[in-house]
T-cell receptor, first 117, second 112 residues
């Protein structure tokens, strides 16, 4: 149980284009989903927290107009990187939590490797 | 701001021995401390969660301790195997805040 999928697993796009990444909880309903970014040999940095049906909460320094997050259902959240630039190249990972209380652990997706050329 | 340090970037342990990883934090104690395993190019996998009022948690060959006086958590893998080789991350969460703050991780290699 507690499986989270991400699609695509990797994507290469040209500078200036937009890329959408999907995160799905396959066997549970995710009240809260989180989006992280991880650069090589660095830890996970939280980008934003999204609750189903409401606007995402972005971390300081993360541009909400550049990284659009939609959490339209209890099993799906999407991250759209708009007008991507080479510095946006990174490993993007989502996680899902079945409750808003921290008594629940987070279940992570397998990640999406984004390369912007 | 809270700083989380994991003892070493890399740790090599002989197969069969116990691997001990350290997670130290500054400032106030978290409500929960979690340990994750991450393999290259993959998302983290949840291993264990320990609450601030718990001293120790076990799961099979894994053991986690939590010392709020020392502001430290230790993560032990007993009877280590080459398949245990991975990066291990500790993560902290606080009451009233859903966010997890991750340490930089320790890359563990079990040598056959």
């Amino acid at each position: 149980g507690a499986v989270v999928s991400q699609h695509p697993s990797w994507v290469i796009c040209k500078s200036g284009t937009s890329v959408k990444i999907e995160c799905r909880s396959l066997d549970f309903q995710a009240t809260t989903m989180f989006w992280y970014r991880q650069f090589p040999k660095q830890s996970l940095m939280l980008m934003a927290t999204s609750n189903e049906g409401s606007k995402a909460t972005y971390e300081q320094g993360v541009e909400k107009d550049k990284f659009l997050i939609n959490h339209a259902s209890l099993t799906l959240s999407t991250l759209t990187v708009t007008s991507a630039h080479p510095e946006d190249s990174s490993f993007y990972i989502c996680s899902a939590s079945p409750g808003t209380s921290l008594s629940y652990e987070q279940y992570f997706g397998p990640g999406t490797r984004l390369t912007v050329t | 701001s809270q700083k989380i340090e994991q003892n070493s970037e890399a740790l090599n342990i002989q197969e069969g021995k116990t691997a001990t990883l350290t997670c130290n934090y500054t400032n106030y104690s978290p409500a929960y401390l979690q340990w994750y395993r991450q393999d290259p190019g993959r998302g983290p996998v949840f291993l264990l969660l320990i609450r601030e009022n718990e001293k120790e948690k076990r799961k099979e060959r894994l053991k986690v301790t939590f010392d709020t006086t020392l502001k430290q958590s230790l993560f032990h893998i007993t009877a280590s195997q080459p398949a245990d080789s991975a990066t291990y991350l500790c993560a902290l969460a606080y009451f009233g805040n859903e966010k997890l703050t991750f340490g930089t991780g320790t890359r563990l290699t079990i040598i056959p």
